[in-house]
């Protein structure tokens, strides 16, 4: 594995994520673990994940979560920065677990995506 910092952002009541975080100590990989309901990203962080994850915030959204119809982020006309700070005001819409090793990030589902960045 490279030397890059290794960071997990983690929920441990999800199965995926607890997988993720398996495969990662399973490897040798020590990240550190961000409890993202606890400590949420910055929105200067998620938008700098989600440029290395390649997708737009949209694509980072639990829709299943009541989060998501109670704020309204249905509404297609809403900007990438709306969509960025409602994720950072409600954690639980994000989607999980992501990993973030230096500069390339990956989404843990399924959870051995994650090989793809530690290898």
């Not at 490279?2 to 929920?11: A, M, P, R």
């Not at 020590?30 to 200067?44: A, C, G, M, N, V």
């Not at 290395?52 to 920065?81: K, N, V």
Request: hydrophobic share 35%.
């Amino acid at each position: 594995m490279s030397q890059d910092k290794l960071v997990i952002y983690h929920n441990p009541r999800c199965s995926k994520s607890r997988e993720t975080l398996q495969i990662l100590e399973d490897n040798n990989a020590r990240p550190e673990i961000i409890e993202y309901l606890d400590e949420p990203p910055s929105t200067q962080e998620l938008s700098r994940i989600i440029g290395m994850l390649g997708i737009s915030a949209r694509d980072l959204l639990r829709s299943t979560e009541q989060a998501y119809t109670d704020a309204g982020l249905d509404d297609d006309s809403l900007s990438e920065e709306d969509i960025v700070n409602a994720i950072c005001k409600h954690p639980s819409l994000l989607q999980r677990p992501i990993v973030v090793a230096g500069n390339k990030a990956v989404i843990g589902r399924p959870p051995v995506k994650v090989l793809d960045i530690i290898a």
